[in-house]
């Protein structure tokens, strides 16, 4: 089943497009990441599921039905953004039923329902408290427990984690993620941190101007990035990118063994091994405590590898190095991978 479609979906504002002619395929169950520099439109598609932005051409579904004209209160999807938009002279239980309580839901229902939700997110030792008493992670709960309580098939999250702390943030992502899991969620989340669509992803949409770039699982992604934008997007340390002349890395007598049409080869820092032909001059090492990644000159460019840190790589001695042939990228003058 897919919980999203778009089919040829444009957004432009006059002569700003957010999205260029897009065609898209969420599944349900999923845990969907929109991944991607701040301005490529991951929130304007979001915005668009949503309903909160018309679409200027194209279709959208939702479960299989065209909501494309469908307003957002109809769509059967609920949002959590950065901001928890808490009302802070309300509990946090009337935080969670605000909204049915607007929709007229009957009384017994919502505290069955409310009662469950607490639960689901150990709210229930808070539910008396007003916002302005809970830490930054729990106000971010009560906002989860608001999107749950409504019992749509979809959630959007817009960067709901960016406001915590980096120790919080960390937590909150598996806790999150395990509640997508336990619960069967269909999740579209935004954001612009590349560790967090990996480490939270089941698909991982990456989106640059207003285009989709590559979907693919994190697995995919990280070892077989579609373009070179996806090489260098992914991965905390980024991929050397090394111009080729020839069947050599341009500007030194490295051969390699390019296919036909490849103008550029890929190789992770991890990649590269303390061990090998190729003999080059070290510039500088940076030590970040677990790795020491070394930048090595090969002609007027740079390969940095990264070794563990637990050794003392100085400035202007020799390094020999080398890789195994099957962990090069390939990518021809459009960027595209061979
Ligand atoms: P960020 O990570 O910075 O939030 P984003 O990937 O979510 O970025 P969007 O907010 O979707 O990006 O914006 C995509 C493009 O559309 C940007 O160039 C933005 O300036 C433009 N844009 C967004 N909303 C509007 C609007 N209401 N009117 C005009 N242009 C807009």
Redo the contacts with the bound molecule.
């Keep these: 089943m897919t919980a999203v479609t778009f089919v040829q979906v444009t ?4 002569s ?4 260029h002619p897009t065609d898209l395929h969420l599944q349900a169950g999923q845990f969907s990441v ?1 991944l ?12 668009l599921i949503a309903g909160l ?1 018309t679409p200027s051409a194209g279709q959208i579904s939702i479960f299989g039905s065209d909501v494309t004209t469908t307003p957002p209160a109809l769509r059967g999807v609920s949002m959590v953004f950065q901001n928890y938009a808490l009302f802070p002279h309300l509990s946090v239980a009337e935080n969670i039923v605000f909204g049915l309580r607007v929709r007229r839901v009957a009384a017994s229902e919502i505290a069955e329902r409310l009662k469950k939700t607490l639960d689901q997110l150990s709210l229930a030792p808070y539910q008396d408290r007003k916002p302005g008493q809970l830490s930054g992670g729990q106000q971010q709960r009560v906002a989860l427990a608001r999107a749950l309580v409504a019992d749509s098939r979809l959630c959007l999250m ?2 709901p984690l960016s406001n915590l702390d980096a120790q919080l943030r960390l937590e909150m992502r598996h806790e999150l993620r395990a509640l997508q899991i336990k619960l069967g969620l269909s999740v579209v989340y ?1 954001t ?1 941190d590349q560790t967090e669509a990996m480490s939270m992803a089941d698909r991982v949409v990456l ?1 640059k101007d ?1 285009r989709v770039e590559q979907v693919a699982t994190p697995f995919e992604l990280y070892q077989a990035p579609g373009t070179l934008f996806a090489a260098q997007f992914i991965g905390t340390s980024r991929m050397n990118i090394l111009k080729l002349e020839g069947a050599r890395i341009a500007g030194t007598a490295i051969r390699l063994e390019p296919p036909a049409g490849a103008s550029c080869v890929g190789i992770r820092p991890e990649d590269v091994v303390l061990d090998g032909p190729y003999v080059l001059p070290v510039s500088h090492s940076e030590f970040t405590g677990a790795d020491l990644l070394v930048h090595v000159r090969a002609g007027d460019q740079t390969i940095v590898l990264r070794a563990q840190g637990k050794q003392v790589v100085n400035a202007h001695t020799q390094l020999a190095l080398g890789w195994d042939a099957r962990h090069l990228h390939w990518f021809d003058h459009k960027g595209l991978r061979i």
């Design positions: 957004k432009d504002w006059g700003t497009i957010a999205l929109l991607g520099p701040s301005g490529c439109g991951k929130t304007t598609t979001l915005r932005e817009d960067e935004v612009h989106l207003g």
